[in-house]
C-alpha cells in the first residue's frame, strides 16, 4: 500500500476560536491500484522522517471509507498529538493501514516514507510570531496580556507610572490597615504574617489537604473518649486501612467492607495486645440481632491454615486460648465449620501442651428450661472431615484432646450423633475408657424351633397346648473381653416379661451359665408368674476371662398359655 498526502488548514469563521484539529487528505493504492472499501487507519506523529520521538499519543480510525483511492480525516480533533505537538518545528506523520476486520489480531502496515506536515502559504505567517520578543512586531498585543515576568528588573520607575493611588507614591502603602485571619498572627518589626501552630512539634510550614502523617504521633487523655476517629460515610468502603509491607495480596476489589482492615506481607493482619487481668487482645461485638453475624470471624486459604488462631501461653492456671460465648437461647459460644468436600478439613481443631491442659474444653451451663444445650458442637460436610477434632499432645499427665461438660439435668458433655451410619467411631492405637455402665438389650423369644403335641418358642413368645411341660430358652451373653480398655463384668440381668394365663403357665426358673461349666453362675428358682408386662433382675457380678455366658429361662406348663419373653437386658462395667 502506498499513499500521497498534503496538510490543509479548515477553514473556520473570525468569531469562532481554532480548535486542535485539522484535515488529512491523501491517496491510497493496494497491490499497485487504487484503493476502494473501507479501511482501519493509525496515525502517528514524529519529530523525524525516521527514528526520532513520537509526539503525544495517536488517533486511530475504523472503517475510514476509500474512494478511488481517496480518503479524508479529521486529525487531532481531540488534542491527541498533545498542546505543544505544533511549535513551529518540523512534523512527521506515520501512517498504518490494514483491512478492517475488526479483528485486533489483524496486523497494521506501516506504509513508508512518513509524511511530512508541510505549511499552507497562510499558515507561514505564523512563523514571524517568534518576532514579537522586540516592540517592534508587538503593536497588536492585547491590553492586559503582558505579565511582570516579561518585564526586566528595573525596567519602570515606580515614579514614572500614572495613576498612583494617594499613599503610595514612595511605593509604601500607608493607608491600608491589614489584619490577620483565622490561624494567622500579624507583628513583629516588619509586620510579618505567621502561621499559628498546634501542638509541640518542629513543623515550619503549614500543610496542605493532601499533607502526609507517617510517623506522626498523637497523644491526649479523654475517659470513655476515642483517641482516634476515621469514618467512611460510603455503604460498602472502610474507615481505617493498614499495610505492611508489600500487604496480602488479597484484592480489596472483592468488595469487602469493614470499619479497620489490615493488609500485611510478613505479619498479621491486626494484632492486638493487652496488659489488663479481664482485658482481651481483640475483641469483636456482632451486635445485630439477627442474621450469621459473628463477634469475630477468621478465614485462611491455605490448605494447612487455621481461620481463628489462639495462643494462651501462661503455664498454668486456666488459660484459654479461644473462647466463644453466646446469650442467645439458640446461639452457640463457638461454631465450627469446615465446607470442603474432600481432604481433612475440620470444623474445629483443639491442641495443648500442657501437662494438664486440654486441646478443646466445651461447657454449657444452661441449667433450666428444655432445649439441645451442647458444650460443644462440631459439624463437618467434608467427605473425611471432623466436626469436632481434638489433640491432647503432651507425651504424660492427664491431658485430654476433648472435654466436653454440661451443667443442664438433661445436658450432655460430648454428644455424637448420626443419623444413617456410626454415632461414635474410635480409631488408631488408643483405648476408650469409661467408669459408667453399659447396657446390651438382647431381643425375647424369636423361633427357636417347633414343637410337636406340646410347648414351642414361636416368634411371639412360648405357647403349651398340653399340660406338665418344661423347655428352656436360651439367650447368649455376646460382649468383649474388655470394656473400655478394662475387663468386662457382667454385673446384672434383666429378664422383661408377661403370662396370658399365670395359672396354665409361669417362669419356673432363671441361670445364669458359663459356656463350658454346668455350675450356674446364677441360679435362681423364683416362680415368674405375672400376666401384665414387668421384668425382674438377677445380680451376676462376673468378670470375663475367656468364656462366654448365656441365660437360660426355664418355662413351665400346666394347660394351654402363652408366656412372653419381651428381651433381656445386659448390663456391664467394671468390678
Known sequence: MTTMAAFCIAHTFATVPLGTGFTYQGGLSDAGVPANGNYDMIFNLYDAPTNGNAIGSFSIFGAVPVSNGLFTVEL????????????????????????????????????????????????????????????????SVADGSITGAKLAPGAVAWNSIVGIPAGLADGVDNDTTYTAGAGLSLGGTNNQFSVNFAGS??????????????????????????????????????????????????????????????????????????????????????????GPNAGVSGQSMSISG??????????????????????SSGGY???????????????????????????????????SGVGPNFGVYGQSDSLWGYGVFGYGAASSGVNFGVVGQSDAPGGYGVVARNNSGVSLKAEGTGIIQSDADSIIWIPGCTGLGWGFGGPEITDWGVESSA???????????????????????????????????????????????????????VHDPTARKSDVRTSYTLPVNYMFTDKFLSVTIRFHFVDWTRIYVCGVKVRLGHA
Open 76 to 139: 487531532n480533533s481531540y488534542n491527541e498529538f498533545g498542546p505543544t505537538a505544533f511549535n513551529g518545528q518540523a512534523r512527521w506523520l506515520q501512517v498504518g493501514v490494514r483491512t478492517n476486520s475488526n479483528s485486533a489480531l489483524n496486523p497494521w502496515i506501516y506504509l513508508e516514507p512518513r509524511q511530512p506536515l508541510d505549511p499552507t502559504p497562510l499558515a507561514g505567517f505564523a512563523l514571524n510570531a517568534s518576532n514579537a520578543v522586540n516592540a517592534a512586531f508587538a503593536s
Open 306 to 327: 487455621i481461620g481463628v488462631s489462639g495462643l494462651a501461653v501462661a503455664v498454668t492456671g486456666p488459660a484459654v486460648g479461644v473462647r466463644g460465648q453466646s446469650k
Open 201 to 290: 512539634g518542629t513543623a515550619i510550614t503549614a500543610a496542605r489537604t493532601d499533607h502526609n502523617h507517617f510517623g506522626a504521633a498523637w497523644g491526649g487523655s479523654a475517659a470513655f473518649g476515642l483517641g482516634l476517629t476515621v469514618t467512611n460515610g460510603a455503604a460498602n468502603g472502610v474507615g481505617l486501612y493498614g499495610q505492611q509491607g508489600s500487604g496480602s495480596g488479597f484484592p480489596y476489589i472483592f468488595g469487602n467492607t469493614a470499619g479497620v482492615w489490615g493488609e500485611s506481607s510478613s505479619g498479621s493482619g491486626v494484632f492486638g495486645a493487652t496488659g489488663w487481668t479481664n482485658g482481651s487482645g481483640v475483641s469483636g461485638w456482632g451486635v445485630a440481632t439477627n
Open 333 to 367: 459460644g463457638i461454631v465450627g465449620y469446615a465446607s470442603a468436600l474432600s481432604g481433612g478439613a475440620a470444623g474445629v481443631y483443639g491442641q495443648s501442651d500442657a501437662v494438664n491442659g486440654s486441646g478443646l474444653v466445651g461447657r454449657s451451663t444452661f441449667v
Open 467 to 521: 399340660s406338665d411341660w418344661d423347655l428352656n430358652a436360651t439367650f447368649p451373653i455376646t460382649v468383649p473381653g474388655l470394656l473400655y480398655g478394662q475387663p468386662t463384668t457382667v454385673k446384672s440381668v434383666e429378664i422383661f416379661y408377661h403370662c396370658d394365663d399365670p395359672t396354665h403357665g409361669y417362669i419356673s426358673a432363671t441361670e445364669v451359665m458359663e459356656s463350658d461349666n454346668l455350675t450356674p453362675v
